[in-house]
């Protein structure tokens, strides 16, 4: 998918969730700070959407950055209780099921995340994703093992998990968490404070080491340094716009991302 038709996905998906809310086009663009003109070029696809921008419009219209950039208007996630024994008709689009094994782990750790870093002012959702990424796919280059396994796409503003809104929306619900919409410097940001503790049963000492690793190098990024520095990582870049990112990428990292070590008559070249 190149840049242009996911420009015009976005597009197409501003103008629907705006007749959504029946906000007209020169009220968005006045809570943009931009032209009414501007914005008919935005949802028409022939302009891109900025961070502050895309950062005003997920609040406006109470979707996740993920939801809104996403390149694939056909991605659906399914969260696959232990009781469900049905399974859904096949459809056109691309369907995530979330095992019950997966979900319980995936909240574990970003309860114990937010537990250690979710108070930081610079912790909103985009913070977030970057680093379950970091955690995910450090984690498969140094063990060749899945850590959460959470299924990362790439967008314009770096890897984004595609199970996250769903799975915090049934955390919400169950009042595992609560979000906060706040601001940072000046731009909307959307926080999640955990009302419980993680249950660290479902974590082993080498997992615990390892996101507490990765929380200590990359928890006091901005949301746009971390999202620039995800930018450099290979397996963002070798991925296709709007597509799954391949965990498989992560054994080409460059010597500044790689977290490994190899011998040396084992480097990929």
Known sequence: MTTKDINQT????????RDEIGISQEELAKR???SRPTLVQIEAGRRPLNVPEAQILSEVFGVSLSDLMSADPGITVEIKKSHTTKQPKSTT??????PQKKLDKFKEVL????????????????????????????????YEEQLIG?????????PTPVEFKKIVDDMIDNGDLVCVKSEYFKYPQRKYLPNKEADLQLLNAMEIKHIDGVLDTLSDMSANEITDYSHKDVPWITADDGRQIDYESVFYRTDDYSV???????KVD
């Open 260 to 266: 490994r070590e190899y011998p040396e008559d084992k």
């Open 93 to 98: 689009s691309i369907r995530i099921s979330v």
């Open 111 to 142: 309860l114990y995340i937010l537990g250690k870093v979710g108070a930081k002012p610079n912790i909103g959702e985009t913070v977030l994703y970057k680093l379950l990424y970091f955690i995910d796919f450090d984690f498969y280059e140094k």
């Open 32 to 34: 943009l700070d931009i």
């Open 150 to 158: 959470a299924t990362y796409i790439k967008n314009k503003y770096g």
């Open 10 to 17: 976005v597009g197409q998906k501003i103008k629907s969730l």
